[in-house]
Nanobody, 121 residues
């Protein structure tokens, strides 16, 4: 009923930049929070950044000052600008949306398929 479609990601050298985008498909009235998580090999999935409908943001400490999250409520999209990338940023990045209200239902949480980000020289 609701799908999160991600784009962006890929291979970048240390110090480089990438942009991740995510669009929620379907007839959506509102989404409470949108954000990005990541999971590196052998590690648990962790929150990277999150933005509320009102524009309040939250970042994990390791990306503060380097990553910027933004969303477009009218288009139900969220973007993560990643700068000064480090090898430790290498992971699969997942788009996340919480509190999705559609014409037919309320969906507590939805995930994208994930997109690989590799930072390596």
């Amino acid at each position: 009923q609701v799908q999160l479609v991600e784009s962006g990601g890929g291979l970048v050298q240390p110090g480089g930049s990438l942009r991740l985008s995510c669009a929620a498909s379907g007839i959506i009235f509102s989404i409470v929070d949108m954000g990005w998580y990541r999971q590196a090999p052998g590690k648990q999935r962790e929150l990277v950044a999150q933005v509320t409908r009102d524009g309040m943001t939250n970042y994990t400490d390791s990306v503060k000052g380097r990553f910027a999250i933004s969303r477009d409520n009218a288009k139900n999209t969220v973007t993560l600008e990643m700068n000064s990338l480090k090898p430790e940023d290498t992971a699969v990045y997942y788009c996340n949306a919480n509190g999705i209200r559609t014409t037919r239902s309320f969906i507590p949480r939805s995930w994208g398929q994930g997109t690989q980000v590799t930072v390596s020289s």
